[in-house]
């Protein structure tokens, strides 16, 4: 057949053939004896096949590569055929997602209330006004957690504009530092999570602050609207710890019920008129009240979560919700038994009790929060997460790994997965194995990065935190008790605690001062010693400080002793520890860097067994540090080898 016969066939025009001709995509055809090309039904198919090709998103020069490969060779042109459908498929599965965030934008805005683009805050409006800020100003401006709380507080007879405070702070990294920061960090986070280009997030979220800030600098009345869960607590925090910047006054109504509801979920389900019903509630945020909120959300954004936790035990009057909430945070550090975290832990038990779909893990997840808050999107994320990787701790039901969750992924097809657990996810339910130890973790507790060598965490029954396992610590952790615990490392520098000189040094004898408070000794192979009216010491360490390299950073927080990790300290007792002056004497144990043992006491004396380790150790030196607190009364108890101990008061060694 002819050229235009060939094109019509393979529905193209003759140009497009004699294109693909000059590219060499097509192979030069047999011409007739009067100069004609001939082509036959091999042409056609060809067509056909680069025009399917280009259908699916194969640009014409991937067409081209290909044919290069497939003419090198069947096994190579396999290879390259299945590593290029599988980047095709990435490139599909992106597409996928842009057209659902843009449905899921398109929805929002048929749903949006607003009766004036002017008054209004969604992508429409904004993409009305080409760009700019709206010149009105109306008022009250509505604060609150999302869209669907937002449209119903636009059907009420209230007035003014909403304001949508869109981000899941719960998830992904809070890091400490500038707004700037911190808006570019979530940005990136959510981009990399499939909700949109990380420049598009960045300039909303920025339209979102900036809307606020302006409406305070202009007086406008300012109400916020939020719940009780961690999700809006979060949500909270952060848009108070922003407007305490502005020096301008704001009122709240935070809510944890609502009359006639006794499973109050949150403000999305209360209608139009329930919501006007909470309008006289709304109290004014104080200076104590954004005050309160800008140390929280400092807490919270710090690089390790001692702060955090103990802000987390007591309540605060300010923000009556906030204890319970920050506590769920902590819950998602890693758990001491199975390196869990509260949602994962939850997940597990829903799969293992028999809800077998994503939607039903999700459903089962819910009823076992106490106050519910996480996003079905965002539940599932977990889920892939657990179930991705070797080992891992989920899995289909024909034992493949689960598949990148909505939006990264398809909704319909993740969510009509069949889950079961993994021998691996049940021995980390049944607290036979740890999670972190097991698949590792890398995830964001506000600004804490969680990783196997930062595993922070955090028993919920107890309100323990405990800190990762320090270099030379053996394993196990120091702590006392002092409303609170201070992990002390064996085998590296010295602790210092707040506000004190350098330790005096040791030599004849050892000097050691006051506690603010009695330190109560950890059971088990803890390198403390506690002096009351006894000298008590650690029997297979000693009482001078280890050599090695200048002190290390301490925890904060309140807490109790953790016997076999690390424990936490009084945020009002230490902070950055220093070097102390050198010439600390040094025991054989501590110098060859092996544990110490537990303490020895006996009737209110000291104890000679463990002075006996002291033996020959007169006049020995090192260039460790000392540890010194308080103050006191002076007075000498029998020592070691005809030494001298003095002792202030009542004393902490260390």
Known sequence: MRAGEAARRAGVNVETLRYYER?????????????????D????????AIKEAQGIGFTLAEIEEYLRVVRAGPVSASQALRVRMAAKIDEIDARIAGLRRMRDELARIVGCACESLDHCTCGAAYLARRGRDSSARPSPLHVTNGESAGNTLRQTSLGGAVLPWQDVLHEGPLPAGSRRGLLRTRAAFLSACGWGSSRAILSSLERRDGRLLQA???RQHVVLWFEHDLYDQLQLLDVL????SANSALEMIVVGSFPGKPWFRGLGELTADQLETLWPSRVTASHDTLAAAASAWDAVRRPEPSALAALARRDDPQLPFLGPALRRLLE?????????????????R???????????????????????????????RTLSILGRGEPRLIATRDDQPLPAAPPLGDAHAFTALSLKLTPAGERVLSQKADRVTLVGVDRWVGGTHITPATAWRWDPAAQLLSGPVLPGSGGRAVAVQDLGAAGVPRGGGAVRVQHEGPAPPVDDDLMVEETEQDAVLDAGRAAVGL???V????????????????????????????????????ADVQRQARPAQPGAELLAAQEGRQPAGTRYERDGLADDRPFERLAGQRGRRGGGRAVRRGRGRSRRVPGPGGRRVRVRGRALVV
Do not use: K
């Open 241 to 244: 710890a922003l407007a305490s």
């Open 216 to 218: 305070l600098r202009d």
């Open 531 to 533: 002096v009351l009216d």
């Open 23 to 39: 590219r060499g995509l097509l192979p030069e055809p047999t011409r007739e004896p009067g100069g004609h090309r001939r082509y």
């Open 535 to 570: 000298v008590d010491l650690a029997g297979g360490g000693g009482l001078g400080a280890p050599a090695g390299p200048p002190a290390v950073l301490i925890a904060q927080g309140d807490g109790v002793p953790d016997g076999g990790r690390d424990g936490v300290g009084v």
């Open 41 to 48: 039904e091999e042409a056609v198919r060809f067509l056909r």
């Open 350 to 380: 829903a799969i293992a009790a028999g809800a077998t779909t994503p939607a039903a893990a999700f459903r089962a997840e819910q009823d076992l929060e106490d106050a519910p808050f996480l996003g079905d999107a965002w539940f599932y």
């Open 332 to 348: 998602e550090l890693p758990a001491p038994q199975d390196g869990l975290s509260g949602t994962e832990r939850r997940a597990l």
